[in-house]
């Protein structure tokens, strides 16, 4: 391990996360991950290809719109940017070790602080590329997806790629570029856009139509640029309804899956689904996961939950075993992330201040979806839920339903079938039971 640490050690009493069993009371070992144990086929590590987020995890100080930083965060100290950088990867990469994740993700300013010029801010980031890839390939822990932070700076107050000043727009558009250099050049499996300001805060000042079509041009760039670059990870729009912007364009998976086949990027985008930008657009996670499979579009997610008692994206870590087994389920059915991985999308509450809290927080999260998944695949495994889902269906599987479903069947000859069958009819949805065969095992 002492190859992987940097020269001081950021979680000092805190070794390697193991697994020890549903019966441990060690706060500090995994009760369900366990890594190498295979389910339905495939080890838990290659199901979750779990991530960590180096924004909250690394730069979540506990600063909110009310208050100060709570964290001391100690990779934060310095004050040369190259130099914090540097202590900020290597505790990423102590972190991430000690709990074996096998990912990270980042937005290009989570690893350097931005400069004064573009230029400035492209040399600090290649910069520490170079000390990434050091770090990447001492540690085997690699980059799941990168992003450009375009909501932060005050010159996307009004938008990245669909602001109404085309100086904001090109601005966005070169730190893309750069961010997907870098991703590459980290060997990172994907990217990801998430518009959190490409939206409105008032319909009034706004041109929606030519928005959205500024928004298709940028991504179509960003793409024939990836691909020029031979990058063929899996480039991603994360759907989200609101917040900071009052309306966001990629409200949810849905509306995202709409825009990119209005504007014919649907064969290269797959959709990055997070759990509280489900909640937020009024859906649940698993509705969303399942849109998104249906459309063969499940590219990866971002793992967190909302308070259900309010109603904004709280970020917390997913430690609801039923809601994640609703997901598992979908996950299980469809085979799986198309490219991508679990990445925690999640920040510890303000008032957690111990460096060991980062550690609880994301054990906890590995092992509920570790018990979500032993549940999800007993489900499939020893209850009629898939059969009798099947069944409810079972009248297109033959005869008249049949022809319908194969479009044979128009206005006409149903109303002629309706009359000679009469009233349907009534089956039981069986709702209660569908939800014991699934919340018996979590
Ligand atoms: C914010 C988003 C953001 C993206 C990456 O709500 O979840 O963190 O995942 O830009
Ligand atoms: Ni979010
Ligand atoms: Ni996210």
Request: glycine share 8%; proline share 4%; net charge negative.
């Amino acid at each position: 391990m002492s190859v992987l640490l940097g020269e001081r050690e950021f979680f000092p009493g805190i070794g390697p996360i193991r697994y020890e069993g549903p019966e441990t009371d060690n706060p500090l070992a995994f009760r369900y991950y366990d890594a190498d144990r295979v389910v339905m086929g495939k080890t838990m590590r290659e199901h979750f290809r779990f991530s960590m987020a180096y924004w909250h995890t690394m730069c979540g100080t506990g600063m909110d719109p009310f208050g100060a930083p709570t964290k001391a965060l100690p990779w934060l100290s310095a004050t040369d940017p190259l130099q914090q950088a540097r202590d900020k990867m290597d505790a990423a990469f102590e972190f991430a070790t000690k709990l074996g994740l096998p990912f990270f993700c980042f937005h290009d300013f989570d690893l350097v602080a931005e400069a004064h010029t573009l230029a400035e801010s492209e040399r600090r980031l290649l910069a520490i590329a170079e000390y990434a890839k050091a770090k990447i390939a001492a540690s085997g822990v690699r980059v799941l997806w990168g992003t450009a932070n375009l909501f932060s700076h005050p010159r996307y107050m009004n938008g990245a790629a669909t602001n109404p000043d085309f100086a904001v727009v090109a601005h966005a558009a070169a730190q893309v570029k750069i961010a997907l250099d870098l991703t590459i050049a980290l060997g990172g499996q994907g990217y990801v856009f998430w518009g959190g300001r490409e939206g409105y805060l008032s319909l009034l000042n706004t041109d929606m139509k030519r928005e959205r079509e500024h928004l298709a041009r940028f991504l179509s760039a960003a793409r024939d640029y990836a691909r020029k670059q031979g990058f063929q990870g899996t480039l991603l729009v994360e759907p989200k309804p609101m917040e900071p912007s009052k309306h966001q364009y990629d409200f949810d998976a849905a509306t995202t899956l709409n825009f990119l086949r209005e504007f014919g990027l649907e064969r290269d985008f797959k959709l990055n689904i997070e759990v509280n930008h489900a909640t937020l657009a009024l859906h649940t996670f698993a509705h969303e996961l399942q849109v998104a499979a249906d459309a063969g579009a499940l590219g990866s997610i971002d793992a967190n939950r909302g308070d259900y008692q309010n109603g904004w994206d709280t970020d917390q870590f997913p430690m609801h075993v039923p809601e994640l087994t609703e997901a598992m389920l979908v996950l299980l059915e469809a085979g799986g992330l198309e490219g991508g991985g679990i990445n925690f999308d999640a920040k510890t509450r303000r008032n957690s201040t111990d460096l060991a809290d980062l550690f609880y927080a994301h054990i906890g999260g590995m092992d509920a979806f570790a018990r979500a998944l032993l549940a999800a695949a007993a489900v499939l495994e020893k209850t009629p839920y898939r059969k009798a889902r099947c069944e409810r269906y079972a009248s297109f599987d033959s005869g008249d339903g049949q022809r319908f479903e194969r479009g044979e069947l128009g206005l006409e000859e149903l109303y002629q079938i309706a009359r000679q069958r009469g009233e349907p009819s009534l089956h039981s949805g069986r709702q209660e039971l569908f939800e014991n065969w699934v919340y018996r095992f979590c």
